[in-house]
């Protein structure tokens, strides 16, 4: 095979396409995975004028969620310059780039230097605390809470939040626990749990947590993705993701 046909095969596998865009995953470290597409279609979006997206990556959560509100202004901030750069012409190619921005900076100087505050803030936080490190510095700091602790996130959620607005992670079960009692540290109320299995025998893998600023009554359900056949999905899994995958 030819170094052209090589390097067109790399570009081609890299494009994740989904109805309405599509994702270059070239020049970021976390590629799109059902984590970040579970978050953006769960979030809910009514009334929501301004969100933030922390953790850009490859944009495709910003991306999202100005697909599903077409009046929101969508800002992204990333800390990582190679995954900004991706944020950035993932969005500029999208159909809504009109109403994304993206910030390369670290989301707590994002927090102090802005005066913006938001209806809706997302994220996929990194988090693995502790555990060996690999080679790759920058999946390092991805997955591990390295340069973003959950006290410092949620300390920058507390400052760009509205009072009325909604903030909105996804994390693996056990962190997501943690999560939240931290988050009553800082003011920061769960309300609404959404327990994520792969198959319904299987254990709750992933939490879908929302947190507001004012502590009310905690709303929980369960998601479960699939029956025993692969790729056979539950028609809840398909509400949600219908409108972005090509298959569904």
């Known amino acids: 095979m030819s170094k052209e046909k090589k390097e067109l095969k790399s570009k081609s596998s890299s494009i994740f396409r989904f109805k309405q865009f599509e994702i270059d995953q070239n020049g970021c470290t976390m590629k799109v995975g059902t984590d970040g597409v579970l978050l953006e279609a769960w979030a809910g979006v009514k009334e929501v004028k301004d969100v933030l997206d922390i953790g850009a990556g490859t944009g495709v959560i910003a991306i999202m969620l100005a697909q599903r509100k077409s009046d929101a202004i969508v800002d992204a901030v990333e800390i990582d310059e190679s995954a900004c750069r991706t944020a950035e012409r993932n969005m500029r190619n999208s159909p809504f780039s009109s109403r994304l921005n993206s910030f390369q900076k670290p989301i707590q100087d994002y927090a102090k230097l802005t005066r913006k505050e938001y209806d809706l803030i997302v994220c996929n936080p990194p988090f693995f605390?502790?555990?060996t490190l690999s080679a790759q510095t920058s999946r390092n700091e991805v997955r591990h809470t390295i340069k973003l602790p959950n006290g410092e996130l949620l300390s920058c959620v507390q400052r760009l939040l509205r009072k009325d607005g909604k903030f909105c992670v996804v994390l693996p079960f056990i962190e997501g626990l943690r999560f939240k009692e931290l988050a009553r540290n800082y003011n920061?109320?769960?309300t609404k749990v959404t327990?994520?299995?792969s198959k319904k025998e299987k254990p709750i893998e992933?939490?879908?947590l929302q947190f507001q600023k004012v502590n009310q009554l905690e709303e929980t359900n369960e998601l479960i993705i699939q029956f025993e056949k692969r790729n056979d999905f539950t028609p809840e899994y398909i509400a949600l993701?219908?409108?972005f995958y090509l298959k569904m």
């Open 195 to 197: 327990q994520v299995k």
């Open 241 to 243: 993701t219908r409108a």
């Open 129 to 131: 605390t502790g555990g």
């Open 188 to 190: 920061l109320y769960c």
């Open 206 to 208: 992933r939490l879908l």
